[in-house]
């Protein structure tokens, strides 16, 4: 199972830059414990541009990532993080973090290092977040695709996964109702689709 962070996990907020910013929604805990019950490994897959933007360094992520740990109950397996910016990006940067790379979603580089780090099946999986970019990331994988009401406005992410062909699998309130969705759903709509293995490296 592969969550967004921001607007998925806790609430959205103009980047988060210190654990106490950090609130994960109320329902999370036990949806996530539920997941795990069932069998799914759970992995945090989430842009943070504003390591590249200068707002926080990756010491501070990792305690932000520390915290989210806390109030979920620990039952979170691993997070994956893109701290970069693509060139050209409006603002003031960190130089070492400024290049098109391919783990920033809607890249697939996140997933890939997940899957590949962590021995993860890819078939019966399921992406989970509140924007575009995190359904697009897990395209060219057979994994279901659920989008959540509860962190950016979903309509302009529905037209532009439209006009992808990406179209969620469901559009859900939250978190919690994704999961009831996901464990009540049985094979995900691209059980038999084999591009996975052979889609190219981003
Ligand atoms: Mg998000
Ligand atoms: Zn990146």
Not at 68 to 80: C, H, L, N, S
Not at 181 to 196: E, H, I, N
Request: aromatic share 6%.
């Amino acid at each position: 199972m592969f969550l967004d962070r921001d607007g998925t996990l806790h609430v959205e907020r103009d980047f988060c830059r210190t654990p106490s910013e950090v609130a994960v929604f109320p329902a999370v805990p036990a949806a996530l414990r539920s997941l795990r019950d069932a069998g799914y490994r759970i992995v945090v897959v989430t842009n943070q541009s504003g390591v590249a933007r200068g707002f926080l360094d990756e010491t501070a992520l990792a305690r932000i990532h520390d915290e989210i740990q806390r109030q979920v109950g620990g039952v979170i397996d691993a997070f994956f993080h893109c701290p970069h910016l693509p060139e050209g990006s409006a603002g003031p940067v960190v130089g070492a973090y400024v290049r098109r790379c391919p783990c920033r979603k809607p890249g697939n580089g996140l997933l890939r290092d997940a899957i590949d780090l962590l021995d993860l099946a890819t078939r019966g999986s399921w992406v989970v977040g509140d924007s575009a970019r995190d359904l697009l990331a897990a395209r060219d994988f057979p994994i279901g695709r659920v989008l959540v009401r509860s962190g950016k406005p979903v309509e302009p992410s529905l037209e532009e996964l439209s006009a992808a062909h990406c179209e969620p699998d469901a559009v859900v309130d939250d978190l919690e109702a994704a999961v009831r969705f996901v464990l009540g759903s049985g094979p995900t709509p691209r059980q038999d689709d084999a591009r996975a293995i052979s889609a190219p490296r981003a």
